[in-house]
C-alpha cells in the first residue's frame, strides 16, 4: 500500500518524462474541475436571472448547506482513500473504492434524511428547497465520490467525462426547473442530473458501492477520517454560518448577492480548484525529490494563484454593467459593490493555499488543523461582525481581512514546520 509521504519507484525517471507527467496530471485535473465548476456557475447564473435576488439567496441558503455535506464526506470517504490508495494495485484500489463510495451514499442518506426533516419542519420559502436539498443528496455525494476515485486510481479522463455526463444531463432538468420556476425545482434538477452522472460512474468504474462496508471503512481510515473531517467542516461550516447569520441580520438578498459576486469569480475558482486536486501529491513529490525546494515550490504555488485572482478581480472592475446584466440579471447591481473585498479574499485564501499543500505534504496534521481552525472562525467573526457594522458590503470586507490574516497564519506554521524537519526556510511572505 502507498501513502502520500512514500516513493513507490527507486529511481527518479528523467526530467523530461516527470515534467510531462506532471503537465498530463494538471490537465485532467483543471479539465475535470473546470467541467464541474463551469456547470455549477451556468447553475448559479441561470438561477439568479430565473428567479431573482431574494429566491436566489434561498437558493444559496441551499447550496451553501450542499457544500458543508459535501466535506463531511470527502472527510470520511474520498480524502482517506486518495492517501492511501493511489497507485494501488487495481484489486486493492477497487476494495477501497466499493467502501468508499458506500460511505459517501451512507453520508448522503443520513444527512439527507435530517435535511428533509428540517426542510419540512421549517416550511415558508426555505423549507422546500431543503426538503428536495435531502432527498437528491445521496445522488450528489456519490457522484463527488467517483471523481476522487478516478483521480486515485490516475484515470483522471473518466472524471472529467462523468463531470461532462453531469453537464449535460443539466440541460433539459434547468429547462424544466424554468418552466416550474420555484426554488425546489431547481434544487431537484440540479440534483438529479448529478445522480444520472453518479449511476454513469457505475458503469465506468464497474464497482458497485457498499454501504454495508462503511462501518469498516470508517474503523481502518479513522486515524485520517476525522481529522479531515474536523479540516473540511470547518471552513465550509463557517461559510454556511456566515451565510445564515447575514440572512438573519441583513436580509436573504444579502446571500444571494454575495453568492452573485462569488459566482463572478467562478471561472477563476475554477481553476484553483483544478489545481487542488494535484498540488498536495506535487508538494509531496519534491519533498522527496528534492527537499530543499519545498518552500519555494509553495511559494511559487500561492503567490501566483494570488497574482492570478486580483488579475481576474480588475479585469471584472472593468466589465460595463450591461455585461454585467446580461450575466447576473437584477442580482448585478448588489453583486457588484462586493467585487474588491471578495476579490482580495480570493487572492488571501489563494496565497494560504500554498502553504496549506506544504503541510500537508510534510504530514503536520496538527499545525494544519491549527490553522484551518484559526481561518474559520476569522471568516465567521470578519463576516458576521462586518455585516453588524455595515451590512452586506461590511461582511464583505470582514471576511476579506479575516482571510489575509489566515494566509499569514499558514505561511508561519508552515515556516515553523519547514525548521522542524531542517529544510530551508521559505522568504517573508506579503500578503497582498
Not at 271 to 278: E, K, N
Not at 300 to 326: F, T
Not at 345 to 358: D, P
Amino acid at each position: 500500500m502507498t501513502t502520500a509521504g512514500e516513493d513507490p519507484q527507486t529511481t527518479a525517471p528523467p526530467a523530461g518524462s516527470a515534467r510531462r507527467a506532471l503537465l498530463g496530471r494538471l490537465s485532467w485535473g483543471l479539465a475535470d474541475q473546470a467541467a464541474s465548476s463551469m456547470s455549477n456557475f451556468a447553475v448559479g447564473i441561470y438561477v439568479a436571472r430565473s428567479l431573482g435576488v431574494t429566491a436566489f439567496g434561498v437558493f444559496s441558503l441551499a447550496w451553501v448547506t450542499y457544500g458543508v455535506v459535501l466535506n463531511v464526506s470527502r472527510g470520511l470517504a474520498t480524502d482517506p482513500l486518495v492517501v492511501r490508495f493511489s497507485g494501488v494495485p487495481e484489486t486493492s484500489w477497487r476494495g477501497a473504492v466499493a467502501r468508499s463510495s458506500g460511505t459517501a451514499l451512507g453520508v448522503g442518506a443520513a444527512l439527507g434524511a435530517a435535511c428533509l426533516v428540517v426542510g419540512l419542519a421549517l416550511g415558508g420559502r426555505v423549507g422546500p428547497a431543503f426538503a428536495c436539498l435531502g432527498v437528491m443528496l445521496p445522488g450528489l455525494l456519490l457522484q463527488d465520490a467517483w471523481r476522487f476515485s478516478f483521480f486515485a486510481a490516475g484515470a483522471g479522463r473518466k472524471a472529467f467525462v462523468n463531470d461532462l455526463v453531469w453537464g449535460v444531463a443539466l440541460v433539459p432538468a434547468m429547462v424544466v426547473a424554468a418552466r416550474v420556476g420555484t426554488v425546489a425545482a431547481f434544487v431537484l434538477a440540479w440534483g438529479a442530473s448529478a445522480a444520472v452522472a453518479a449511476a454513469y460512474g457505475c458503469l465506468q468504474s464497474g464497482i458497485r458501492p457498499r454501504p454495508a462496508g462503511a462501518a469498516g471503512w470508517l474503523r481502518e481510515q479513522r486515524d485520517l477520517g476525522y481529522r479531515y473531517l474536523v479540516e473540511n467542516v470547518s471552513l465550509s461550516g463557517a461559510s454556511q454560518l456566515r451565510a445564515y447569520g447575514l440572512g438573519a441580520l441583513v436580509g436573504v438578498g444579502a446571500v444571494g448577492a454575495v453568492r452573485g459576486a462569488e459566482l463572478l469569480l467562478g471561472p477563476f475558482l475554477a481553476v484553483l480548484m483544478g489545481l487542488s486536486l494535484v498540488t498536495v501529491p506535487e508538494a509531496a513529490r519534491v519533498l522527496r525529490r528534492a527537499p530543499h525546494r519545498l518552500g519555494t515550490f509553495c511559494l511559487l504555488l500561492g503567490g501566483g494563484q494570488a497574482a492570478g485572482a486580483l488579475c481576474w478581480g480588475g479585469a471584472l472592475l472593468l466589465m460595463p454593467d450591461r455585461l454585467g446584466e446580461l450575466v447576473l440579471g437584477e442580482v448585478w447591481h448588489s453583486a457588484a459593490q462586493l467585487i474588491v473585498p471578495i476579490t482580495l479574499g480570493v487572492a488571501g485564501a489563494g496565497l494560504g493555499t500554498g502553504a496549506a499543500a506544504g503541510l500537508r505534504a510534510l504530514g503536520a496534521a496538527r499545525r494544519s488543523l491549527r490553522s484551518q481552525l484559526f481561518a474559520s472562525a476569522g471568516y465567521v467573526s470578519g463576516g458576521l461582525g462586518g455585516a453588524l457594522l455595515a451590512g452586506t458590503v461590511g461582511s464583505a470586507w470582514g471576511v476579506a481581512a479575516a482571510t489575509v490574516s489566515a494566509s499569514a497564519v499558514w505561511w508561519l506554521q508552515l515556516r515553523s514546520a519547514l525548521g522542524e524537519r531542517h529544510l530551508p526556510d521559505v522568504p517573508e511572505v506579503r500578503t497582498p
